[in-house]
């Protein structure tokens, strides 16, 4: 994955960790950031986030930019935009990078967001109470803040179906993680009994929604036709559809681990398990979930349907021409549709 990574930022022209440099450099974010270091000591989420803005080798929070600026220089620029050409820098439109630096501040935004804890749920171990408050109204302050800039950056794009786009996107992630919270008591108990259409438009609401219609807005923004916007739709949906099931999976899939790794009883592999197995089995197996689901179908069904989202998502870059950025679209979802 990091090489796919590495060799898609050479394409784009930099490298992504720069694309919300701007914003982090801004003199109202180093204030936050100062605040946020008085949570050193806690057990406050808010500061493994922060870390990982900065310590970005494991989960590549700026995947959805990147994806951005290679489909974007994948298209080119249409016939009706040929003529503003000279707009373009390695072959991507300045308000395509703006687009990818709005979504990944965006996606940072809610990000922060998450970061707000339970009070009621605080052990004395996680931290005086004081602090974890303060933690609390920094992350609501910090991700207002750059979900602010974002929305304020939008507008200068002066895009009418653009702002409609991302705005919805917005609204989708909002639906999603209202559901994802308000099953997160919920995490180590039994789940409802849904199913993998369900679990589907869940995750495309929390994770599939902003790269798929950001990847629509960037084709906008170059006036491409309507199939051409269907099809960067697509490739975003799927691929991330593909990079959430990827994850899912790791759990079950890692040859190396000799404990059992901590998984969501709302994964995709613990989903189909229950459909294959029916709901009052599944209650009785509980205590042996993690065994259970290893040595059942729903690993290699989740892995199928991985597969079947990376297939889904290469046979929408079909319609963009030969070249380097379709290429390491490609590679993308190779990587996350790989497994050992």
């Given at each position: 994955?990091s090489e796919?990574v590495?060799?898609a930022?050479?394409?784009?022209?930099y490298?992504?960790s720069?694309m919300?440099?701007?914003?982090l450099?801004?003199?109202?974010l180093s204030?936050?950031?100062?605040q946020v270091?008085k949570?050193?000591?806690?057990?406050h989420?808010l500061?493994?986030t922060a870390r990982g803005?900065?310590?970005?080798?494991?989960?590549?929070l700026?995947?959805r930019g990147?994806?951005i600026?290679?489909?974007?220089?994948?298209?080119?620029p249409?016939?009706a935009?040929?003529?503003?050409?000279?707009?373009m820098v390695?072959g991507i439109?300045?308000?395509?990078?703006?687009?990818a630096e709005?979504?990944?501040?965006i996606h940072?935004?809610?990000?922060?967001?998450?970061g707000i804890v339970?009070?009621?749920?605080?052990?004395?171990?996680?931290?005086?109470?004081?602090?974890?408050q303060?933690?609390?109204?920094?992350?609501?302050?910090?991700g207002?803040?750059?979900?602010a800039?974002?929305c304020?950056?939008?507008?200068q794009?002066?895009?009418?179906?653009?702002v409609?786009l991302?705005?919805?996107?917005?609204g989708d992630?909002?639906q999603?993680?209202y559901y994802?919270?308000?099953k997160s008591?919920?995490?180590n108990?039994?789940?409802?009994d849904?199913?993998?259409s369900?679990?589907?438009e869940?995750?495309?609401?929390?994770h599939?929604?902003?790269?798929?219609?950001?990847?629509?807005?960037?084709?906008?923004l170059?006036?491409?036709?309507a199939?051409?916007q269907d099809m960067?739709?697509?490739y975003?949906?799927?691929?991330s559809?593909s990079h959430k099931?990827?994850?899912d999976?790791?759990p079950?899939?890692k040859?190396?681990?000799?404990?059992t790794?901590?998984?969501?009883?709302?994964?995709?592999?613990?989903?189909?398990?229950?459909?294959?197995l029916g709901?009052?089995?599944?209650?009785?197996?509980i205590q042996?979930l993690?065994?259970?689901i290893?040595a059942g179908k729903?690993v290699t069904s989740?892995i199928?349907?991985c597969?079947?989202?990376?297939n889904?998502a290469?046979?929408a870059?079909?319609?963009f021409?030969?070249s380097?950025?379709?290429?390491?679209?490609?590679n993308i979802v190779?990587a996350?549709?790989r497994?050992?």
């Amino acid at each position: 994955w990091s090489e796919v990574v590495s060799e898609a930022e050479k394409i784009v022209g930099y490298p992504t960790s720069f694309m919300s440099l701007r914003c982090l450099l801004s003199d109202e974010l180093s204030n936050i950031a100062m605040q946020v270091r008085k949570l050193v000591g806690t057990k406050h989420p808010l500061l493994d986030t922060a870390r990982g803005f900065v310590y970005d080798s494991r989960n590549n929070l700026q995947m959805r930019g990147l994806v951005i600026l290679l489909i974007s220089k994948a298209a080119g620029p249409s016939t009706a935009e040929l003529s503003f050409q000279h707009n373009m820098v390695s072959g991507i439109y300045s308000s395509q990078r703006s687009l990818a630096e709005i979504t990944e501040l965006i996606h940072t935004a809610f990000l922060v967001h998450r970061g707000i804890v339970n009070i009621g749920e605080l052990k004395p171990c996680d931290g005086p109470l004081k602090d974890m408050q303060f933690g609390n109204k920094m992350a609501v302050l910090s991700g207002d803040f750059l979900l602010a800039n974002a929305c304020t950056s939008l507008a200068q794009l002066q895009n009418t179906k653009v702002v409609e786009l991302v705005s919805s996107a917005i609204g989708d992630l909002v639906q999603g993680i209202y559901y994802e919270n308000s099953k997160s008591s919920e995490e180590n108990c039994l789940t409802d009994d849904i199913s993998i259409s369900t679990w589907k438009e869940q995750v495309f609401l929390s994770h599939s929604a902003l790269l798929a219609k950001s990847c629509q807005a960037a084709m906008e923004l170059a006036k491409h036709s309507a199939e051409i916007q269907d099809m960067a739709f697509q490739y975003g949906k799927h691929m991330s559809m593909s990079h959430k099931l990827h994850s899912d999976l790791q759990p079950f899939v890692k040859e190396s681990s000799s404990d059992t790794m901590a998984f969501s009883l709302n994964s995709a592999p613990a989903v189909l398990h229950q459909e294959f197995l029916g709901r009052e089995a599944w209650i009785k197996q509980i205590q042996e979930l993690w065994e259970a689901i290893k040595a059942g179908k729903g690993v290699t069904s989740a892995i199928d349907l991985c597969c079947c989202h990376g297939n889904r998502a290469l046979a929408a870059l079909d319609c963009f021409p030969p070249s380097e950025a379709r290429t390491a679209l490609a590679n993308i979802v190779y990587a996350v549709t790989r497994f050992p």
